[in-house]
């Protein structure tokens, strides 16, 4: 069984945290032009949409030889945009514009620069391995420290957001959680039409384990500045 897939880098020019964060370098590369070499070495993506409104994230792509179209609506680059609207978007317009219909779409975002086409490429094995039961992906990772620890404020108080936190006492004994590392997602096609303002995980929704020395994800200067003392990291 062969699978259409949509591969789907979003790279919109503003940005909340940091300006003009898909533009930061490493290795004297953009994030988003590490992102975009990574996706073009996959052999199991079948078209890459570079998603942007910036016409410099445009020239970065057409220099990697990847046809940008077409900008991004105004009404799905802003800060509160909701990332499943935008890749139904995409999905929409590239369905139209090659006249065909793809199985499912893959998300990488450029803030997590240590994913390599080795990641992409076993995420989407597994996925494919279990398509016959699964939705979607996602990537996940460690959390810092256990969730039983999370603390609530209550008036100039803190209390424990957790009901019997104050037994559990050493890490050890704590459960085993992790969260999303937001280096990859994959959703078939009709779930993304379903999703609208909602978010994964669903019911049906595979994990793929990476380390959190990969899972670097960039959204303030911090973050940059330990990606840059990994750079190591990439080829």
Do not use: C
């Not at 317009?93 to 779409?105: G, L, P, S």
């Not at 994913?115 to 494919?128: A, M």
Request: charge should be positive; glycine fraction near 2%; hydrophobic fraction near 40%.
């Amino acid at each position: 069984m062969k699978l259409k897939i949509l591969g789907v880098v979003p790279a919109r020019k503003g940005s909340k945290g940091i300006k003009d964060k898909n533009l930061l370098k490493i290795k004297n590369k953009s994030l988003v032009e590490i992102a975009i070499r990574e996706a073009k070495k996959s052999k199991l993506i079948k078209d890459i949409s570079i998603s942007t409104d910036s016409f410099k994230i445009v020239k970065i792509a057409k220099k990697l030889k990847i046809s940008v179209p077409s900008l991004r609506p105004a009404n799905l680059s802003g800060d509160k945009t909701n990332i499943f609207k935008v890749l139904n978007y995409e999905l929409n317009y590239w369905e139209k514009k090659n006249n065909t219909k793809y199985d499912a779409v893959i998300l990488l975002q450029p803030t997590t620069p240590f994913r390599t086409k080795l990641i992409i490429d076993n995420s989407i094995k597994y996925f494919k391995k279990n398509y016959h039961i699964a939705d979607s992906l996602i990537t996940i990772t460690d959390i810092d420290y256990p969730v039983e620890w999370t603390l609530k404020k209550e008036k100039i108080f803190v209390r424990n957001f957790f009901k019997n936190a104050n037994s559990i006492v050493r890490r050890q004994n704590s459960k085993k959680l992790f969260k999303p590392n937001g280096m990859i997602y994959i959703v078939k096609r009709n779930l993304l039409k379903r999703l609208k303002n909602k978010i994964l995980p669903t019911k049906k929704t595979l994990f793929f384990y990476i380390p959190k020395s990969l899972s670097i994800n960039i959204d303030t200067i911090k973050d940059y500045l330990l990606a840059r003392i990994d750079e190591k990291r990439l080829n």
